[in-house]
C-alpha cells in the first residue's frame, strides 16, 4: 500500500528528503486523507513526526519543528518529508501512513545520522 524511499547515512547538520508513495489508494481517497510521517527508533516505539491534512494543514512534534518539512503531491500521490538540520536522535526507520485510519505499514527507509 505505501512505498517508503530516501532514507540513507548522513552527517549530523545535513540534510535528506524522504518520498512515500501510496500507489494502491485511489485518487478520491488519498486526495482528501490526512497523511503522516511516523519513525521508531531501536526500542523505542513508533512517534508521529509530521502531519498534513487534504487542505495542507501540516502539524510537526516539537522534537522536529523548524527543522522538517512535510508536503505532498497529488498528482502523484506522493508524501515528502525535507529533514534539515539533522541530528544523531533522529536516527530511525520512517513510515508513513493515513493518520487516524492506518493501512498496512509498508517497509519504512533507514535514516542514520552519524555524529
Known amino acids: 500500500h505505501l512505498v517508503e524511499s530516501g532514507g540513507d547515512l548522513v552527517q549530523t547538520g545535513g540534510s535528506l528528503k524522504l518520498s512515500c508513495k501510496a500507489p494502491?489508494?485511489?485518487?478520491?481517497?488519498?486526495?482528501?486523507?490526512?497523511m503522516g510521517w511516523y519513525r521508531q527508533a531501536p526500542g523505542k516505539q513508533r512517534e508521529l513526526v509530521a502531519t498534513i491534512t487534504g487542505g495542507r494543514n501540516t502539524d510537526y512534534a516539537e522534537s522536529v519543528k523548524g527543522r522538517f518539512t512535510i508536503s505532498r503531491d497529488n498528482s502523484r500521490k506522493t508524501v515528502y518529508l525535507q529533514m534539515n538540520s539533522l541530528e544523531p536522535e533522529d536516527t530511525a526507520v520512517y513510515y508513513c501512513?493515513?493518520?487516524?485510519?492506518?493501512?498496512?505499514w509498508g517497509q519504512g527507509t533507514q535514516v542514520t545520522v552519524a555524529s
Open positions: 501512513n493515513r493518520h487516524g485510519k492506518e493501512l498496512p
Open positions: 494502491r489508494m485511489i485518487t478520491s481517497t488519498f486526495n482528501p486523507a490526512t
